[in-house]
């Protein structure tokens, strides 16, 4: 079982819907968590951190649920520059590596 | 624009070769650390460095070896090159004493291509 899963889509849904991504970790210990964005042959860019009691950043919202192990990430009013690769990250805190899930893609159409 | 840079961007290697890729940091980032980025996957990680030693490994073989300079440039050595060593190459760092708790910032990555 991989430390963290993903549904790896592709999302393919119009311009303004709303779409919500979810993530299981297997790692109880993990403490700090992540939604990374992918552009197509480019490097992850941190898109936001997640906190247990949710956060918001504009149109994206994220929750995490530790008792469940698990992350959300929900995007409002979706645009067509918001087409890339999502990746759910946890990290044990401190200096750790940082663990990956294989990403979802999503693709927003006209 | 990103404050870790990469080099070279694109490389092809035979089987067998060794090969060296090569990592500025952004100055005050202590940590670096590497991932191998396999086409359709998520970053694995290769190894941390934590002022110029080695603090973290993931599950690489030993022919997966580093160094970090007091520069805080670094490099990734890959000996005896294999087919599945083919993948994008991604430095990463943190600020001192943030660690992962601020978010990595990524370099733009190797694209390693074995034949």
């Known amino acids: 079982r991989k430390e963290v899963e993903q549904d790896p889509g592709p999302f393919n849904v119009p311009e303004g819907a709303t779409v919500a991504f979810n993530c299981t970790y297997s790692n109880s210990a993990s403490q700090s968590f992540f939604w990374y964005r992918q552009d197509c042959r480019k490097e992850p860019k941190l898109l936001m951190s997640v906190y247990s009691s949710g956060n918001e950043d504009g149109r994206f919202t994220a929750q995490l649920n530790r008792a469940s192990q698990y992350i959300s990430l929900l995007i409002r009013d979706s645009k067509l520059s918001d087409s890339a690769t999502y990746l759910c990250v946890v990290n044990k805190g401190g200096r750790r590596a940082l663990t990956f899930g294989s990403g979802t893609r999503l693709q927003v159409q006209p | 624009e990103t404050g870790v840079t990469q080099s070279p961007t694109h490389l092809i290697k035979t089987r067998g070769q060794q090969v060296t890729l090569r990592c500025s940091s952004q100055s005050g980032h202590n940590t670096v650390s590497w991932y191998q980025q396999a086409l359709g996957q998520g970053p694995q990680f290769i190894f941390q460095y934590y002022r110029e030693e080695e603090n973290g490994r993931g599950n690489f073989p030993p022919r997966f070896s580093g160094l970090q300079f007091p520069n805080y440039s670094s490099e990734l050595n890959v000996n005896a090159l294999e087919l599945d060593d083919s993948a994008l190459y991604l430095c990463?760092?943190?600020?001192?004493?943030?660690?992962?708790?601020?978010?990595?910032?990524f370099g733009s990555g190797t694209r390693l291509t074995v034949v």
């Open positions: 990463a760092s943190s600020p001192t004493g943030g660690g992962a708790n601020y978010g990595y910032t």
